[in-house]
């Protein structure tokens, strides 16, 4: 990686400008002040140098990582001046001179006894000889410090710890006993470098011992190279990561160095595999470039990001779409709160995420929301609160407190840098006082504008450097400044605050304590005493033997606790209990019964199963988030199938509306009658042929008859000329679908019979013959074709929309027929639509519908799992149906109520009992028997959770678990698979019922057939009837002829007689032959009589000579 660094003007000062190549930056123009004070002449003779030629090159070697890091900012920390001029040999490199010679540090020299106990106030001036530093009128020896803080530093924890040790030390009377030290704060912004440095300078010409601060780490550099410069102590509490040896600087704060590898090391003990750095400002990734640089193990993937307030959840979701768990974070101790907030609102905040947080101070931020989610959260803390001496100081120092301020914070706890500041303090005091022992220390008259350096500084830093001490910080121990010796603290957040569960040192590393804290193989260490009992599908106990704990149950609950258990982080023990109830309130004592008694007395962490949220036991329990919403409906058996009646065919309309119908068709009959008696239109000549002749015809031959009943049968009327044919459908037969085999063969049978029925009836009724030639103009004789069996004829016809031979011809005929067609219309249309969804759907008697009907009845017996939730809600129900379905229940003996839910579906399997359930388990009743069904919709609307007692810390973490198992479907599915996926679901062949319907059998339509045959039986009868009637009046009819005849002839031949007495009996003719006058033959034989008894003879052509020769002589 390189670095080209151009000077340029600045606002306040010089500034370099650098372009780095390094792959992973994108910042290509980084300012970093250059700011020198302008004296001493080599310091000012330094940046003359760098101001004509700055070329700094940085060659390391970099691991290469993912290429997405390729974003991240990586910001090189200006290169701090060093206190050797830079000059230029004859090839033009650049050569370091070497640094002039010091004169030898002094020995330590013994400490000048104390002159007074007499102090100057901390924030007054006292008069003090510069050069000696003892007052002019007391004789007491003051040694004065400067400070230099930040601008957000003021009246802050860090100033009043500075103060507060600076206030003990000269309070104890066993560290520079005499010796008062005095002290001046200075305060500069946190990016001006320019009046850091003038300020310095302007103290350093007041006379100082030591400078402290400040711990920004651009400022600290450059006061360090000042103090360097002039051989001034610098004590210093900040994170120095630049590898040059400071000659003048103690820092307290520990080497980046040791940091990183303990950082290293607990990556390595965590084992993790994919980490994810997240840093705020650039000096956060230098902080962290050791692990960068060189990572634990090869086999680590590292993504690095860096993140500030505005895009923390952007940076943290991509670290959650990557499944990265593993986080090291390094935030500003100001942004912290916003961090963890964001953390929460991405659910970042289980058992599965581990962040390594690199701040001393986690103690002083409020962790109340990760407590109980078992969130991994470890941090190294440098103050141990637990140590007595530690808890001696901080009780002091609260005390110290002044009003509207404050060191510590609402848990007293101390944070880092002010307790780093009060060990700097007192280190500073412990090394002026092993210096006092053997010498005098001298004040020197300082300034930036020379190059003279204070002689004393040496012999101070020494002795400086050679404390060893236990401060709030732990041991310190220091070598060439840099501090060496301490002890981090390793905190584990857990259930109810940080643990220490171990500590990390330079000489022995890591040293884990409470293994115990840690998850191990992935799985957390808690484990829940879960209690339920036995109920399907939620928990079942399996058949097989010899199983122990857990795998003793499976079931609904069983499998969602296990993804549960994983997303909240505990382990878990189910136990059996309650008693086989989940639990309810005994009404007159108070106390509860089953798990909830259990979880009130908090001898179970949990309880699961088919356990209802309601009120009454919210009241003494918590419950999650619901899994799963229900409500109560009605368990009741199967109505068998309403047996198929055989007149079936008359369900459709009611027996009123056949009545109805009835009467309609009568009425409109009469009323065609009567309308074409009075209608002149509707009367015509029978006969308009001869009268006279003898030649008859029936239309119903035996052909015709065959083809009236296919015409009727086929709706196309009884014409001659046959409609063509429909598109055949794309299967050949598949019009044969919607009847049966059978039924099929029996209309075939029935258009056979029919047929030759109607031939029959025809041959036997005189009606039906007609005088085949109408020929004739006789226009006095008129028939009306509108007789009473006409009119009956023609309603029948259109209202079975097969027409007839009848044609109204009158308006008043045409209107009633027309109203008759409309009515027809209708009543055909509905009874079609309606006997369709008779005759293909299986109708069921099913007597209640609703709990209403409950109610409102006695016979069907109704009751509720005895102790359940279904109890209590008509218990405590203010409805008033449901107050009368509890009165009933209540009263009821023997008792409707079952102890288990096995015992109800048993009852309502025997008949005339309903049960009462949720309707997750009435679901999964009827899924797998086929005998059972639902009735009506729910009662109520009630949901299941997991109980928990009362301010239990794992409520909200399983609710966050269901709430992301039902996102995520997996409820869904576990409901699919316990429901409706195992072998012992019934087939209700839904899916055949829909696609295809049932195929109408004899016991659907044979009523017709019967109908039918009763009909034609009836007709049989009437023909029967009309012959026998019209044959006796036939046969009446030619017995008053014949004795009419007989009479007439009688009458004739008495006449005749007279005149053959008179000579009148006969004429001659041409020949002379007398001539008798004819005699008048019998008449024929009636037309109705040779008609009835033409039939009996076999062949036409016989029928026609008998018929001829009986109407040729008169005899049969």
Same mark, same amino acid.
């Given at each position: 990686?390189?670095?080209?660094?151009?000077?340029?003007?600045?606002?306040?000062?010089?500034?370099?400008?650098?372009?780095? @190549?390094?792959?992973?930056?994108?910042?290509?123009?980084?300012?970093?002040?250059?700011?020198?004070?302008? =004296?001493?002449?080599?310091?000012?003779?330094?940046? =003359?140098?760098?101001?004509?030629?700055?070329?700094?090159?940085?060659?390391?070697?970099?691991?290469?990582?993912?290429?997405?890091?390729? @974003?991240?900012?990586?910001?090189?920390?200006?290169?701090?001046?060093?206190?050797?001029?830079?000059?230029?040999?004859?090839?033009?490199?650049?050569?370091?001179?070497?640094?002039?010679?010091?004169?030898?540090?002094?020995?330590?020299?013994?400490?000048?006894?104390?002159?007074?106990?007499?102090?100057?106030?901390? &924030?007054?001036?006292?008069?003090?000889?510069?050069?000696?530093?003892?007052?002019?009128?007391?004789?007491?020896?003051?040694?004065?410090?400067?400070?230099?803080?930040?601008?957000?530093?003021?009246?802050?924890?860090?100033?009043?710890?500075?103060?507060?040790?600076?206030?003990?030390?000269?309070?104890?009377?066993?560290?520079?006993?005499?010796?008062?030290?005095?002290?001046?704060?200075?305060?500069?912004?946190?990016?001006?470098?320019?009046?850091?440095?003038?300020?310095?300078?302007?103290?350093?010409?007041?006379?100082?011992?030591?400078?402290?601060?400040?711990?920004?780490?651009? +400022?600290?550099?450059?006061?360090?190279?000042?103090?360097?410069?002039?051989?001034?102590?610098?004590?210093?509490?900040?994170?120095?990561?630049?590898?040059?040896?400071?000659?003048?600087?103690?820092?307290?704060?520990?080497?980046?160095?040791?940091?990183?590898?303990?950082?290293?090391?607990?990556?390595?003990?965590?084992?993790?595999?994919?980490?994810?750095?997240?840093?705020?400002?650039?000096?956060?990734?230098?902080?962290?470039?050791?692990?960068?640089?060189?990572?634990?193990?090869?086999?680590?993937?590292?993504?690095?990001?860096?993140?500030?307030?505005?895009?923390?959840?952007?940076?943290?979701?991509? $670290?959650?779409?990557? /499944?990265?768990?593993?986080?090291?974070?390094?935030?500003?101790?100001?942004?912290? &709160?916003?961090?963890?907030?964001?953390?929460?609102?991405?659910?970042?905040?289980?058992?599965?995420?581990?962040?390594?947080?690199?701040?001393?101070?986690?103690?002083? #931020?409020?962790?109340?929301?990760?407590?109980?989610? %078992?969130?991994?959260?470890?941090?190294?803390?440098?103050?141990?609160?637990?140590?007595?001496?530690?808890?001696?100081? +901080?009780?002091?120092?609260?005390?110290?407190?002044?009003?509207?301020?404050?060191?510590?914070?609402?848990?007293?706890?101390?944070?880092?840098?002010?307790?780093?500041?009060?060990?700097?303090?007192?280190?500073?005091?412990?090394?002026?006082?092993?210096?006092? &022992?053997?010498?005098?220390?001298?004040?020197?008259?300082?300034?930036?504008?020379?190059?003279?350096?204070?002689?004393?500084?040496?012999?101070?830093?020494?002795?400086?450097?050679?404390?060893?001490?236990?401060?709030?910080?732990?041991?310190?121990?220091?070598?060439?400044?840099?501090?060496?010796?301490?002890?981090?603290?390793?905190?584990?957040?857990?259930?109810?605050?940080?643990?220490?569960?171990?500590?990390?040192?330079?000489?022995?590393?890591?040293?884990?304590?409470?293994?115990?804290?840690? #998850?191990?193989?992935?799985?957390?260490?808690?484990?829940?005493?879960?209690?339920?009992?036995?109920?399907?599908? #939620?928990?079942?106990?399996?058949? /097989?033997?010899?199983?122990?704990?857990?795998?003793?149950?499976?079931?609904?609950?069983?499998?969602?606790?296990?993804? $549960?258990?994983?997303?909240?982080?505990?382990?878990?023990?189910?136990?059996?209990?309650?008693?086989?109830?989940?639990?309810?309130?005994?009404?007159?004592?108070?106390?509860?019964?089953?798990?909830?008694?259990?979880?009130?007395?908090?001898?179970?962490?949990?309880?699961?199963?088919?356990?209802?949220?309601?009120?009454?036991?919210?009241?003494?329990?918590?419950?999650?988030?619901? #899994?799963?919403?229900?409500?109560?409906?009605?368990?009741?058996?199967?109505?068998?199938?309403?047996?198929?009646?055989?007149?079936?065919?008359? !369900?459709?309309?009611?027996?009123?509306?056949?009545?109805?119908?009835?009467?309609?068709?009568?009425?409109?009959?009469?009323?065609?009658?009567?309308?074409?008696?009075?209608?002149?239109?509707?009367?015509?000549?029978?006969?308009?042929?001869?009268?006279?002749?003898? $030649?008859?015809?029936?239309?119903?031959?035996?052909? *015709?008859?065959?083809? %009236?009943?296919?015409?009727?049968?086929?709706?196309?009327?009884?014409?001659?000329?046959?409609?063509?044919?429909?598109?055949?459908?794309?299967?050949?037969?598949?019009?044969?679908?919607?009847?049966?085999?059978?039924?099929?063969?029996?209309?075939?049978?029935?258009?056979?019979?029919?047929?030759?029925?109607?031939?029959?009836?025809?041959?036997?009724?005189?009606?039906?013959?007609?005088?085949?030639?109408?020929?004739?103009?006789?226009?006095?004789?008129?028939? !009306?074709?509108?007789?009473?069996?006409?009119?009956?004829?023609?309603?029948?016809?259109? +209202?079975?929309?097969?027409?007839?031979?009848?044609?109204?011809?009158?308006?008043?005929?045409?209107?009633?027929?027309?109203?008759?067609?409309?009515?027809?219309?209708?009543?055909?249309?509905?009874?079609?639509?309606?006997?369709?969804?008779?005759?293909?759907?299986?109708?069921?008697?099913?007597?209640?519908?609703?709990?209403?009907?409950?109610?409102?009845?006695?016979?069907?017996?109704?009751?509720?799992?005895?102790?359940?939730?279904?109890?209590? %809600?008509?218990?405590?129900?203010?409805?008033?149906?449901?107050?009368?379905?509890?009165?009933?229940?209540?009263?009821?003996?023997?008792?409707?109520?079952?102890?288990?839910?096995? /015992?109800?579906?048993?009852? $309502?399997?025997?008949? !005339?009992?309903?049960?009462?359930?949720?309707?997750?388990?009435?679901?999964?009743?009827?899924?797998?028997?086929?005998?059972?069904?639902?009735?009506?919709?729910?009662?109520?609307?009630?949901?299941?959770?997991?109980?928990?007692?009362?301010?239990?810390?794992?409520?909200?973490?399983?609710?966050?678990?269901?709430?992301?198992?039902?996102?995520?479907?997996?409820?869904?599915?576990?409901?699919?698979?316990?429901?409706?996926?195992?072998?012992?679901?019934?087939?209700?062949?839904?899916?055949?019922?829909?696609?295809?319907? *049932?195929?109408?059998?004899?016991?659907?339509?044979?009523?017709?057939?019967?109908?039918?045959?009763?009909?034609?039986?009836?007709?049989?009868?009437?023909?029967?009837?009309?012959?026998?009637? !019209?044959?006796?009046?036939?046969?009446?009819?030619?017995?008053?002829?014949?004795?009419?005849?007989?009479?007439?002839?009688?009458?004739?031949?008495?006449?005749?007689?007279?005149?053959?007495?008179?000579?009148?009996?006969?004429?001659?003719?041409?020949?002379?032959?007398?001539?008798?006058?004819?005699?008048?033959?019998?008449?024929?034989?009636?037309?109705?009589?040779?008609?009835?008894?033409?039939?009996?003879?076999?062949?036409?052509?016989?029928?026609?000579?008998?018929?001829?020769?009986?109407?040729?002589?008169?005899?049969?």
């Amino acid at each position: 990686m390189g670095l080209l660094c151009i000077s340029g003007p600045g606002k306040r000062a010089p500034y370099y400008t650098c372009t780095s @190549s390094h792959p992973l930056s994108n910042t290509s123009l980084l300012p970093f002040p250059s700011y020198l004070p302008p =004296t001493p002449p080599r310091v000012r003779r330094l940046q =003359t140098h760098h101001n004509r030629r700055l070329a700094t090159k940085l060659s390391e070697k970099t691991p290469r990582h993912d290429q997405e890091r390729a @974003s991240d900012t990586i910001t090189l920390h200006w290169m701090r001046l060093t206190r050797f001029p830079i000059r230029y040999d004859a090839t033009g490199q650049t050569t370091t001179a070497p640094p002039r010679p010091r004169p030898p540090r002094p020995p330590p020299r013994a400490l000048r006894p104390s002159i007074t106990d007499q102090t100057c106030s901390l &924030r007054r001036r006292c008069g003090i000889n510069r050069a000696s530093g003892v007052n002019d009128n007391t004789g007491t020896k003051y040694e004065h410090l400067r400070a230099i803080l930040t601008e957000d530093q003021r009246d802050s924890a860090t100033e009043l710890a500075f103060k507060y040790a600076v206030y003990r030390i000269n309070n104890d009377k066993f560290i520079l006993p005499n010796t008062t030290l005095v002290f001046d704060i200075q305060y500069v912004p946190r990016d001006d470098s320019f009046h850091t440095a003038k300020k310095a300078c302007k103290q350093i010409t007041f006379g100082v011992q030591a400078m402290f601060g400040p711990f920004d780490p651009l +400022l600290g550099s450059h006061i360090q190279s000042i103090t360097d410069a002039l051989d001034i102590p610098h004590l210093e509490a900040r994170l120095d990561i630049e590898p040059q040896e400071k000659e003048f600087s103690i820092n307290l704060f520990p080497s980046h160095t040791y940091l990183n590898q303990a950082y290293k090391d607990m990556i390595q003990f965590l084992k993790w595999k994919k980490v994810a750095i997240i840093y705020e400002e650039d000096f956060g990734l230098m902080k962290l470039q050791e692990i960068i640089r060189s990572p634990p193990s090869k086999a680590i993937e590292m993504y690095i990001r860096q993140g500030h307030p505005d895009n923390y959840r952007d940076v943290l979701k991509e $670290v959650k779409h990557k /499944e990265i768990f593993s986080i090291i974070v390094d935030t500003l101790p100001g942004n912290m &709160r916003l961090f963890l907030r964001c953390l929460l609102q991405l659910q970042m905040n289980d058992y599965r995420y581990h962040y390594l947080f690199t701040t001393f101070d986690i103690e002083t #931020f409020d962790l109340e929301d990760f407590k109980y989610n %078992f969130v991994n959260m470890t941090a190294f803390r440098i103050v141990d609160t637990a140590n007595r001496q530690v808890l001696r100081i +901080l009780q002091d120092m609260e005390k110290f407190q002044p009003i509207g301020h404050s060191i510590l914070n609402k848990t007293s706890i101390i944070k880092a840098e002010p307790a780093l500041i009060f060990d700097s303090v007192n280190v500073f005091a412990r090394g002026l006082h092993a210096l006092e &022992r053997s010498a005098t220390l001298s004040l020197a008259n300082l300034s930036c504008e020379n190059e003279t350096p204070w002689g004393d500084g040496s012999s101070l830093f020494n002795y400086i450097n050679a404390v060893e001490y236990d401060g709030l910080t732990g041991p310190i121990k220091f070598t060439e400044g840099k501090r060496t010796n301490f002890k981090l603290d390793i905190l584990k957040l857990r259930m109810e605050q940080l643990y220490k569960v171990g500590e990390w040192t330079p000489d022995d590393k890591i040293n884990i304590t409470d293994r115990q804290a840690f #998850f191990e193989g992935g799985k957390p260490n808690i484990t829940l005493k879960i209690i339920t009992i036995e109920e399907t599908p #939620f928990v079942m106990l399996k058949k /097989e033997k010899n199983l122990t704990g857990n795998d003793r149950f499976s079931g609904f609950c069983v499998d969602m606790l296990e993804y $549960v258990s994983r997303m909240a982080g505990f382990n878990y023990i189910i136990e059996m209990s309650g008693g086989g109830v989940y639990g309810m309130i005994d009404t007159e004592t108070g106390e509860w019964n089953g798990l909830v008694r259990e979880l009130k007395d908090k001898k179970a962490d949990l309880a699961v199963g088919s356990m209802t949220i309601n009120y009454a036991r919210e009241s003494v329990i918590d419950f999650t988030k619901p #899994f799963m919403n229900l409500g109560i409906s009605i368990l009741f058996k199967i109505p068998s199938s309403q047996p198929t009646r055989l007149f079936s065919f008359m !369900n459709p309309l009611a027996v009123e509306i056949w009545l109805y119908v009835m009467a309609a068709y009568v009425l409109v009959s009469f009323t065609m009658f009567v309308m074409a008696r009075f209608s002149p239109y509707e009367w015509n000549n029978p006969h308009p042929c001869n009268l006279e002749s003898d $030649v008859v015809e029936n239309q119903f031959s035996v052909s *015709n008859s065959f083809w %009236f009943i296919t015409g009727t049968l086929l709706r196309q009327g009884s014409g001659l000329n046959p409609k063509v044919p429909t598109r055949a459908p794309t299967q050949l037969f598949s019009f044969m679908n919607p009847l049966a085999i059978e039924i099929w063969l029996y209309i075939l049978a029935a258009y056979v019979v029919v047929s030759t029925t109607i031939y029959i009836v025809a041959r036997f009724s005189p009606y039906e013959w007609h005088a085949p030639s109408p020929c004739h103009d006789n226009k006095e004789i008129m028939q !009306n074709d509108f007789t009473l069996s006409n009119s009956f004829w023609f309603t029948i016809g259109t +209202l079975m929309q097969q027409g007839s031979d009848l044609n109204p011809k009158a308006a008043s005929t045409r209107i009633v027929g027309g109203i008759w067609w409309f009515f027809t219309l209708i009543i055909i249309s509905s009874y079609t639509a309606n006997l369709a969804a008779f005759l293909t759907v299986e109708r069921m008697i099913t007597p209640i519908e609703s709990a209403e009907d409950l109610a409102k009845q006695n016979e069907i017996e109704y009751g509720t799992l005895e102790g359940g939730s279904t109890m209590a %809600f008509f218990r405590d129900s203010k409805i008033e149906t449901y107050q009368n379905m509890w009165r009933y229940m209540e009263s009821k003996r023997p008792s409707v109520f079952v102890s288990t839910i096995e /015992e109800g579906v048993d009852r $309502v399997l025997k008949g !005339n009992y309903a049960f009462l359930m949720e309707s997750t388990m009435l679901d999964y009743t009827i899924q797998r028997n086929c005998n059972l069904t639902q009735v009506g919709g729910l009662l109520n609307s009630n949901s299941y959770g997991i109980a928990t007692p009362i301010g239990s810390p794992w409520r909200d973490k399983i609710s966050l678990a269901i709430l992301e198992l039902q996102e995520k479907g997996i409820i869904q599915m576990l409901y699919s698979k316990w429901w409706k996926n195992t072998g012992d679901v019934c087939n209700r062949d839904e899916k055949n019922k829909d696609s295809k319907a *049932n195929a109408l059998g004899v016991e659907n339509i044979g009523g017709v057939f019967v109908v039918l045959m009763c009909g034609l039986a009836l007709a049989i009868v009437v023909a029967i009837l009309e012959f026998c009637w !019209n044959s006796r009046k036939n046969a009446q009819t030619d017995r008053d002829s014949e004795y009419d005849y007989e009479e007439e002839e009688d009458e004739d031949d008495e006449e005749r007689k007279q005149r053959l007495e008179d000579g009148l009996e006969g004429e001659e003719d041409e020949g002379g032959v007398t001539r008798r006058p004819p005699r008048e033959t019998r008449p024929p034989v009636s037309p109705r009589v040779v008609l009835s008894c033409a039939w009996v003879v076999g062949r036409a052509e016989d029928r026609s000579r008998v018929v001829e020769g009986v109407m040729l002589t008169g005899r049969l």
